[in-house]
């Protein structure tokens, strides 16, 4: 990606030498490497100039193939990681996986950047949002996902489990703690292509109302359900969950919340309050955080806009605690979703000739970066996957223990 | 209990004609009627005087048997309630916890008190608030706990369950959510009569540190690890679990959060941070709510004083956030403690013959009181008991799934 050489910014650089590194750069490079300085990493300049971790044997090397590159990482690391490596301006050569994972525990905890606002999605925004990540193509994800084309963190019951069967598992599991029976209705606020809603229908013999914005989505998911032969149990909305109406026994949620964002918890939390029946359970699926804290503000810019990953305690704060809904079991499943990763990664690999031929060399990059750095933000424990079951605080009917699932 | 008519306050009341009801007398009635309305019961004054629930027909009584004790609780019904109960001045005619939930039920969630401060507690006031309820004598508690004095919330793993086998259940439980290796360090805060650590020691073979600052409790436990030949794996320390030093593989904490106070929870949260190895484990269980919120003024008063029973939310927010500790599972056992609390009113009303000699009516009616209404919020979902799983957020060593234990 040379497009850029010609802007005047550019042009600026080149006066000084674009060839040889000055005693500027190699400090920058000097800052850079320093803020990650436990990783056993090497830094190269385009010149060749190298600056390597005294933490061990280096097992990759960023190398910044130009000074704008360089320059941009001192304004903003965290933005311009991606965008320098989505535009081929910043190559690693070793593994990238093993980079990432070995960068995030260099940073150990992410900074806080109390000052960014949380601004509330109308539904139009929403709509814009998801469509940006959702509707790149049912084509595109067929590519790499699941048979069941589920988007989410799977649950491998083994570690001989194949991702068909942890999708499956994971959706059985949701189930399971919902404690769905025959007969029940359940509303399902962001469905995805549909298969959890199809699922529940299928297996467990629920009425489902599930509600997506992806127009994509909503459209598969209803020839599917036409071709299965559920039209009678399963309705896809083509709406926003928060214009939901209707009682429901089960609220359920896989995926959904770390788009909706912290000012609009309320929102859901009232939506919930206002559906669920007096003996109803809920789950929320989401990643999360150990600390509150934001995305990486290139994923936000790039794969997820709008996103926000909460830390527990702002989704009980702000969801539950308002209705006095009551929190009875959670589940930290950050390592399946490592595990998802790396299956949907060897997929992706093995697809690149189909989805080079459907974007360009950028998007590859930049979903190679986005799997790749979601993957080490799990294995490292940067980043969780919670699945928080709660009912009303009044409810005579929660679960006695585990074993009834 | 009739020592009280001799008060200024009480001749004053006799001028008006203590026997016959005023108009004002039946208007405080019918406030306090009316605070839990929807809870079928009859409110009887001493002179005959009664008002009853539209809610349907009632299933106890409530007799003011004097003025005095009437005014009380319009003043503050929350504080009240126990005090006139305790000292015989207000009596329940029908079933006690069944009356009690009807007026949980009623109340719906608690009001929130954000006036109140949260004190902290130093070594020795959270010594003497330790004192006031646990060095009751351990020939008391003997009469109506379990074989092996565990004196917090029991698992019931079926309904056939004695409170015996639910107790070992509940510890072993404990154990299985830090998964504990034999060889491992495990260091408790708040022991007991040691049953927690001495059950670690022998089943899992971990040497244990156990704090705690009840000098009868500790006596007791250190004739037990004594008898039972565990000195070598088990200490117990007479001291404040801010004191304790040195590393652990595993901490633990069952029933002891409560007495904490959310002003040292950050103090909670650095003890946890300064001894918990890299791949270590924690375990808190506690009492909580739905929501922040005050623990009943007569429970504050003269059952728990200093108590305060945390939402989940307070926990995360100032003992594990502030440390990146991530939470790996919660459940929520409210039902098992409605059940444990059911086995020690029966023992303790099997029992009361011998307690009555130990102490006075006074004690025995709020001890029933006490017993009665902590059944009856749990059961009607006032309060929650909670089990948080935790382990550092860089552990490379979390489990896989819960099926491993």
Not at 275 to 288: D, N, Y
Request: glycine share 6%; aromatic share 12%; net charge positive.
């Amino acid at each position: 990606m040379r497009a850029s050489v010609a802007t005047p910014q550019h042009r600026a650089f080149r006066k000084v030498n674009p060839t040889a590194s000055t005693r500027l750069d190699r400090w920058a490079l000097a800052r850079i490497q320093e803020s990650v300085a436990s990783a056993p990493l090497r830094f190269a300049l385009w010149d060749g100039f190298e600056l390597v971790s005294t933490a061990g044997p280096p097992i990759a090397t960023i190398l910044f193939k130009n000074r704008r590159a360089l320059s941009s990482w001192v304004w903003d690391s965290e933005l311009h990681f991606g965008e320098t490596y989505m535009r081929g301006a910043v190559e690693i050569h070793g593994d990238l996986l093993a980079t990432l994972e070995a960068i995030y525990r260099a940073f150990g905890a992410s900074q806080r950047r109390p000052w960014l606002r949380h601004e509330s999605h109308n539904v139009q925004e929403a709509k814009d949002n998801v469509h940006r990540h959702y509707d790149l193509g049912n084509d595109f994800y067929r590519l790499w996902l699941d048979r069941e084309m589920v988007y989410t963190c799977a649950y491998f019951p083994s570690s001989e489990s194949s991702l068909e069967e942890a999708q499956v598992a994971k959706m059985d599991l949701v189930c399971r703690k919902l404690r769905l029976n025959a007969g029940e209705r359940v509303v399902e606020a962001g469905c995805g292509w549909g298969s959890l809603a199809l699922f529940m229908a299928k297996r467990y013999g629920v009425s489902v109302q599930a509600f997506n914005i992806s127009s994509e989505q909503i459209a598969y998911a209803r020839d599917r359900a036409k071709a299965e032969g559920l039209g009678h149990l399963v309705e896809f909305v083509d709406d926003d969950y928060r214009n939901m109406t209707g009682q429901c026994d089960a609220f359920v949620s896989v995926g959904m919340l770390e788009h909706v964002g912290l000012a609009d918890f309320p929102a859901l939390g009232r939506v919930i309050n206002r559906s669920l029946a007096g003996s109803g359970r809920g789950l929320l699926h989401f990643i999360g955080r150990n600390q509150p804290g934001q995305l990486n503000p290139w994923i936000r810019k790039r794969i997820f806009p709008g996103a926000y990953p909460p830390a527990l305690r702002e989704v009980f704060e702000r969801v539950l605690e308002p209705h006095n809904l009551s929190v009875l079991d959670v589940e930290n499943l950050r390592l399946h979703y490592a595990r998802t990763l790396e299956a949907w990664r060897r997929r992706f690999d093995d697809a690149s000739r189909e989805i080079t031929a459907m974007f360009d060399e950028d998007f590859v990059r930049a979903w190679r970066l986005y799997l790749a750095g979601s993957q080490a933000s799990f294995t490292t424990g940067f980043m969780q996957l919670f699945q928080v079951v709660f009912a009303r605080g009044s409810s005579t009917t929660i679960p006695w223990t585990r074993a009834h699932r």
